[in-house]
């Protein structure tokens, strides 16, 4: 028997209960490989879409005084575009734009950082 996470995911709980009680030990141990598997991806996934939208709620409307083009080029040495891309999770070359672990955080001390020197204006 060749399985395939594709085949798995096609199935109903009550075929995929029946395919495991006749599958011999070895296919059993394929199967459990495959939906353990199958469920750490669909976990990821949405731990992901979970970390994106709370960023686009954090953000929400604020996006509209955050200077996006002036972070993207001093923090991040890219475009505007570019940060746009990740912030609102577009579609990119078929695969969703978004922020790693690094840039996110580069993101937010970006933020801070331009807080700090906002609030340290004192005009007289």
Do not use: C, H
């Not at 009680?21 to 992901?48: C, F, H, T, Y």
């Not at 604020?62 to 912030?87: C, D, H, M, N, T």
């Not at 969703?96 to 007289?124: H, R």
């Amino acid at each position: 028997m060749n399985i395939k996470i594709e085949n798995l995911q096609k199935l109903s709980t009550e075929e995929l209960g029946e395919l495991y009680d006749s599958a011999n030990d070895e296919e059993k141990e394929e199967i459990i490989r495959l939906v353990k598997k199958n469920a750490n991806d669909l976990i990821s996934e949405a731990k992901a879409f979970i970390r994106e939208t709370r960023l686009k709620m954090q953000l929400g409307n604020k996006l509209e005084i955050i200077p996006l083009a002036y972070i993207a080029r001093v923090y991040f040495g890219k475009s505007k575009q570019w940060l746009y891309q990740r912030v609102n999770g577009y579609e990119i070359n078929g695969k969703q734009a978004k922020f790693t672990e690094d840039q996110l955080q580069t993101f937010n001390n970006a933020l801070k950082d331009i807080g700090q020197k906002i609030s340290s204006i004192n005009l007289v």
